[in-house]
């Protein structure tokens, strides 16, 4: 018998009980970073394939992180490959990026357009930054999820989702104000 | 509590990441400060504006059939497969006794028996689960042209439904570290696992052979080896033998 025997002997069940109850994060996932169905489905695909191939070192409960975890490696790898795709921003820009989330004065979350521009303040996001807004948000993972699922430590996922939360408010505050000027 | 550097601390309490103790600190501090106040409460805004105004996409309903299609033991057109033709041998008993058959034989035979060895495990292999086939096909059109570009060599694809030993399909598989082609006949619930491979990389004794309940022949033809490995009565073999040499040589 060669090595090529304990991958034959997954049990198929075990791994759709374990992963294919997540298909939907998976793929909300992918869709917000890829911003476009067929690639997002692609991914998912290809990220249910290669989980299915690393399943024997699945050691959790939950599938769920895991799973995003490949969905997003295998979303990255997608769009550093396409040509069209935005220059991805350095993590140092997010981990030292200018913009802070402190401001507290101006809160653009009460205003009436707000609910409107939202998903054009997204679009206009750093993958990287869309990302963990979506997971946490949209999502609803935890920050332990969080930490598991971007490989980070949780004071790095802390950092990361506050100057997101900063980065968000501001192209929001800027979508707000061409907005009311146009309105004059 | 320095409400300048405290946002990240404000920020868990407002995400619900806290334990109870510090968030009754946390509580306690906002009762006195206004601006922490007002900090918290932008943050439960821009909560409430995400989880209400994002989209959460869901997985369109063929994404299922999309991802099935690509798992190796989950394939829906495997699963039919299988039930339409699983044979009644439990994987394993038939594990053990392809270990068993490898254990004893392997000990007297050399690297020529080794491949017998290997082809019946193979074949065994094949039965556990559905990597018996990589191509499903019955037409010998189909699998034949398959193998072009996979393999340096030309496998015959026979068709011999007409004797009873319908082409199930074919695949790729490994003997003794040479990649060989596989071609899988059925025989009413059973199946015949026939390897070829060019006889100029090692050849297997030829001949027919049983053990531990699996009937193997193997012959050599056009600078090819040939081994038939099945669980079917010798006789049956022997006719399905007969017969694809008749189309075959």
């Known amino acids: 018998m060669d090595e090529s025997v304990p991958a034959v002997v997954v049990a198929p069940v075990a791994f759709e009980q374990a992963l294919l109850p997540h298909r939907d994060a998976a793929y909300n996932l992918a869709r917000w970073l890829m911003r476009h169905d067929h690639d997002a489905e692609d991914c998912v695909q290809d990220a249910y394939l290669r989980a299915y191939r690393a399943f024997d070192r699945f050691r ?14 295998v979303c990255y790898s997608r769009l550093r490959q396409s040509r069209h795709a935005e220059p991805p921003a350095s993590l140092d820009e997010i981990e030292h990026g200018e913009a802070q989330a402190m401001a507290a004065g101006e809160l653009p979350w009460k205003h009436a357009a707000a609910r409107e521009l939202l998903p054009a303040a997204m679009d206009k996001l750093p993958t990287e930054v869309r990302e963990i807004l979506v997971l946490h948000e949209v999502e609803g993972c935890s920050y332990k999820e969080l930490a598991s699922i971007l490989e980070v430590p949780l004071g790095t996922v802390m950092s990361r989702l506050a100057r997101a939360r900063g980065r968000l408010q501001n192209e929001l505050q800027q979508l707000l104000r061409k907005d009311l000027s146009h309105g004059l | 509590m320095d409400c300048k550097s405290d946002y990240i601390l404000l920020q868990a309490y407002a995400d619900g990441e806290l334990d109870a103790m510090r968030a009754v600190e946390v509580e306690a501090h906002l009762r006195a400060c206004p601006v922490c106040r007002k900090t918290v409460e932008n943050l439960r805004a821009g909560r409430a504006a995400l989880r209400d105004g994002l989209p959460r996409y ?7 059939e999309k991802i099935r299609a690509v798992l190796p033991v989950t394939t829906p057109q495997r699963r039919i497969v299988a039930t339409k033709f699983w044979p009644r041998v439990s994987w394993v008993s038939a594990l ?3 270990v068993a058959f490898g254990f004893f034989v392997g000990l007297q035979r050399g690297q020529s028996g080794r491949l017998l060895d290997e082809a019946v495990a193979s074949h065994t292999r094949s039965l556990m689960q559905s990597h018996l086939m990589d191509v499903i096909s019955t037409d010998q059109h189909t699998v ?12 015959p694809v026979v068709d011999l ?16 570290h040479q990649t060989v082609a596989a071609l899988v006949y059925g025989r009413h619930k059973h199946f015949i696992n026939l390897f070829v491979w ?5 050849s297997a004794p030829v001949g027919p052979t049983e053990s531990s309940g699996y ?7 056009g600078g090819l080896n040939f081994v038939a490995v ?14 694809y040499r008749a189309q075959a040589d």
Do not use: C, M, Y
Request: glycine letters at 10%.
């Open chain 1, 60 to 73: 959790g409960t939950d599938g769920r992180p895991w799973l995003l975890a490949i969905v997003r490696n």
């Open chain 2, 58 to 64: 869901t997985a369109p309903s063929h994404l299922t």
């Open chain 2, 96 to 98: 053990a006794a392809a």
């Open chain 2, 144 to 155: 034949k042209p398959w193998f072009e570009g996979k393999i340096n060599f030309a496998p």
């Open chain 2, 161 to 176: 439904s007409a004797v009873g030993f319908p082409l199930v399909g074919g695949r790729l598989d490994e003997l003794n």
């Open chain 2, 198 to 202: 060019p006889s100029s990389s090692g």
């Open chain 2, 215 to 221: 009937q193997i022949i193997s012959w050599i033809h």
């Open chain 2, 230 to 243: 099945s669980e079917i009565p010798a006789t049956d073999l022997a006719g399905f033998v007969q017969a």
